[in-house]
Nanobody, 124 residues
Framework: QVQLVESGGGSVEAGGSLRLSCAAS????????MRWFRQATGKEREGVAT???????SYADSVKGRFTISEDYFKNSFYLQMNALKTEDTATYYC??????????????????WGQGTQVTVSS
């Protein structure tokens, strides 16, 4: 059973930066999909950044060029570096991961193990 613990949220002014961390335990040998989601008040949870099973990274259009997802294999951790933050980035951010046997990440959210969420607040 994969368990995920997030850290690094907080409050920042627009244009600032934050780095979120997700520490995983329970990983076994194999490929994992690693993802960051966010959920703003009154909105659905949305995918922000993904590392596929083959290591390919992808981003939501709203964060391209500003956010970077990365991983540290030896620390069983992955990260979300967020630069040039905007007020519309305010949300609770969640990390999620699941073992995969191919390259693609599954769509259903209930396929994933989830972190507890960390609040990011961007003020103008």
């Amino acid at each position: 059973q994969v368990q995920l613990v997030e850290s690094g949220g907080g409050s920042v002014e627009a244009g600032g930066s934050l780095r979120l961390s997700c520490a995983a335990s329970g990983y076994t040998a194999g490929r994992y999909c690693m993802r960051w989601f966010r959920q703003a008040t009154g909105k659905e949870r949305e995918g922000v950044a993904t590392i596929r099973g083959d290591g390919v990274r992808s981003y939501a259009d709203s964060v391209k060029g500003r956010f970077t997802i990365s991983e540290d294999y030896f620390k069983n951790s992955f990260y979300l570096q967020m630069n040039a933050l905007k007020t519309e980035d305010t949300a609770t951010y969640y990390c999620a991961s699941v073992r995969v046997y191919g390259t693609l990440c599954p769509s259903p959210l209930n396929a994933y193990s989830w972190g507890q969420g960390t609040q990011v607040t961007v003020s103008s």
